[in-house]
């Protein structure tokens, strides 16, 4: 595959209010796959979820971030894609990685569509809603580097 290397994977995550979904990519960049979602009980405090997603860093070998991006439906810039924003800052600042915000419209939809038709029930979803999504988040950057490169 022409274009992509293969030496690092890429990292999706889905920010949510008091949960981080996180997903990464295969060694070739092909497709998504969640790995856990990070818990945290304060909106604000994000130091030790920072810590974890540094450590998946390490282990899986990062070379890129896709942080979701929650525009509004009208595409403005609300109050969480603000808080959005100030997060890929810290996190290009703490990782020394390039942080790609990716339009997550949706994708939190989707997931939840995915996990009803997949007869999750409702008590267990909200455990792997934010994986979902950032699984969803991850698969539509990477389906978007092989629609440019014509592979």
């Known amino acids: 595959m022409e274009g992509m290397r293969t ?43 920072l810590a974890r997603i540094e450590a998946l860093i390490k282990e899986y070998e990062v070379e890129l971030i896709v942080l979701g991006y929650p525009k509004n439906m009208n595409n403005t810039i609300g109050e969480r894609a603000k808080k959005t924003e100030v997060l890929k800052e810290t996190l290009e600042r703490r990782t020394g990685l390039f942080v790609i915000l990716w339009d997550e419209r949706l994708t939190t939809v989707e997931a939840d569509r995915t996990l009803i038709e997949g007869n999750i029930r409702r008590e267990n979803r909200k455990n792997y809603v934010d994986q979902l999504a950032a699984v969803f988040i991850l698969q539509g950057y990477l389906d978007s580097l092989r629609n440019k490169i014509g592979v």
């Open 7 to 49: 030496i690092g994977r890429i990292m999706g995550l889905d920010f949510g209010s008091r949960t981080m979904g996180v997903a990464i990519s295969d060694e070739l960049k092909y497709t998504a796959q969640g790995i856990e979602t990070i818990h945290r009980k304060e909106e604000n405090k994000l130091r030790q979820t």
